[in-house]
């Protein structure tokens, strides 16, 4: 069968969705692919008179379940036509499977997930990146309208509310990117490109997020999405770093992730990532490099101000280090930090503090 990936797009309110659908159709599509684009399912239904606010139960509860299977049939769809074309093939959905199972109740979601014959994480099997927009609701607040999307009703504080419900339902994806908010709104746009690029294979320019380590101090980390981590490095050939990621989001619940960095020229690298089952990744460990520990952490994932941040701690023969990093805040944006998050030294660049190094015995 043909390699067609599959993206999501998502994210709150007024985070930009239409403006990167139009944009990334036109870069990938100059690019040699065929892209197409699955619309918001949702969308269709409230055009067409489904009213998802109604107080009738059974019409509220059949018009979620068909949300549900029209939104995966529309995707067998096109899969299944991707596979006639001689291009590479992106399919872009505009919002997934998952987004429905923010506006039920746990409840409600089991039972029409059950119905359809899917859990959940056969929905996030189904998608090779989620990219989650921030909502302009959260740090771009003069940007938030509600006019753009006739049926987007929503307050600052409630769309940010669900904003950040969308991050969660898609914690458990390995490949879940969230794009900050920024004063220019291309920025935004341009690092969905670099993250789709990245899915399909296209040389990246190397770039360094900020990183610090930071001490944390009383007070919680507003909605914290928790995980734990296990980083393996495996022996490989020179030039080439690959490492194995084992991340239990919930208890019992492991992601495992197999990467691969390779350098093309100086400052351009191409990095490769595959999931892999419990079993294959007992069986990578095998490969572990002897020359370095694993790295053990708990990440702690939150935004804060419309801009997105991965906290650190780690365990074992590091505990007491915790390191804060940036995800897609740009080179001379000002970093917006909780109050309970001191900055203690900047070690952006330092390459004794990457994990690779870390590692080292």
């Not at 458990?172 to 908010?181: E, F, K, M, Q, S």
């Not at 074992?316 to 203690?344: C, F, H, M, S, Y």
Request: glycine share 6%; proline share 3%; net charge neutral.
């Amino acid at each position: 069968m043909k390699d067609v990936k599959k993206i999501v797009l998502t994210g709150g309110p007024c985070a930009g969705k239409t403006t990167a659908l139009v944009r990334i159709m036109d870069y990938f599509s100059s690019r040699g692919f065929k892209v197409f684009t699955i619309p918001e399912v949702p969308t269709i239904f409230l055009q067409a008179g489904m009213d998802y606010l109604t107080k009738n139960q059974d019409w509220f509860y059949e018009g979620e379940k068909d949300t549900l299977k029209t939104q995966l049939a529309f995707e067998d769809y096109f899969m299944a036509m991707a596979q006639t074309i001689d291009k590479p093939v992106v399919i872009v959905c505009d919002r997934g499977a998952l987004d429905i199972s923010t506006y039920l109740p746990k409840e409600m979601w089991e039972k029409i997930t059950s119905l359809c014959n899917v859990t959940n994480q056969q929905l996030l099997d189904r998608y090779d990146a989620v990219l989650h927009l921030v909502s302009a609701a959260d740090g771009a607040e003069q940007y938030y309208n509600t006019t753009t999307n006739e049926v987007r009703t929503e307050g600052l504080d409630k769309a940010r509310q669900l904003d950040r419900k969308i991050v969660k339902a898609w914690a458990g994806h390995p490949h879940l990117r969230v794009i900050n908010n920024h004063d220019n709104f291309d920025t935004k746009i341009n690092r969905v490109l670099k993250e789709i690029s990245s899915v399909l294979g296209i040389p990246q320019a190397i770039t360094e997020e900020r990183k610090y380590i930071v001490k944390v101090t009383g007070g919680t980390i507003p909605n914290p999405v928790q995980s734990e981590i296990w980083q393996t490095y495996l022996v490989s050939e020179p030039g080439t770093e690959v490492r194995l990621r084992r991340r239990e989001w919930e208890k019992g619940k492991f992601i495992n992730i197999h990467t691969t960095k390779r350098r093309v020229n100086g400052n351009e690298e191409i990095e490769t990532e595959r999931q892999v089952s419990n079993a294959l990744a007992e069986s990578l460990l095998a490969q572990s490099d002897p020359y370095r520990h694993t790295i053990h952490k708990k990440r702690t994932s939150f935004i804060y101000e419309g801009q997105y941040f991965e906290l650190d701690q780690y365990l074992d023969r590091l505990d007491g280090l915790v390191i804060l990093e940036t995800k897609g805040i740009t080179e001379g944006e000002e970093v917006k930090l909780p109050a309970n998050i001191q900055i203690v030294k900047d070690i952006t660049g330092n390459k004794e503090y990457y994990n690779y190094n870390l590692s080292l015995k």
